[in-house]
Nanobody, 124 residues
Framework: QVQLVESGGGLVQTGGSLRLSCAAS????????MGWFRQAPGKEREVVAA????????YYANSVKGRFTISRDNAKNTVYLQMNALKPEDTAVYYC?????????????????WGQGTQVTVSS
């Protein structure tokens, strides 16, 4: 079993920044890829960013490219999402997720474990 705990969400003005953290426990973190997803009210959960086990490969949704950065610290069993130049349309609950293997994955159906989510609200 894997436990994922997100933190770092909050209320920020347009153009501001937040850094989300996801602490993982329950299996050897460094062997597995990780991902960040978000879900806005009335919308499907969508991938935001994903990272391979080593951090050598990353993926970003077009809507966040150039503004968000995913990274990981395998020594701390933690994955991060640095969010800059935030827009009101970034408002959502953000989820950390873990797939069953080390390969970077980009669809929610490929992910096995999920955190409880953290709310990000961007005011205009």
């Amino acid at each position: 079993q894997v436990q994922l705990v997100e933190s770092g969400g909050g209320l920020v003005q347009t153009g501001g920044s937040l850094r989300l953290s996801c602490a993982a426990s329950g299996r050897t973190f460094r062997n597995y890829a990780m991902g960040w997803f978000r879900q806005a009210p009335g919308k499907e959960r969508e991938v935001v960013a994903a990272i391979s086990w080593s951090g050598g490969a990353t993926y970003y949704a077009n809507s966040v490219k150039g503004r968000f950065t995913i990274s990981r610290d395998n020594a701390k069993n933690t994955v991060y999402l640095q969010m800059n130049a935030l827009k009101p349309e970034d408002t959502a609950v953000y989820y950390c997720a873990a797939p069953p293997g080390s390969v970077l994955r980009t669809t929610k159906d490929e992910y096995e474990y999920w955190g409880q989510g953290t709310q990000v609200t961007v005011s205009s």
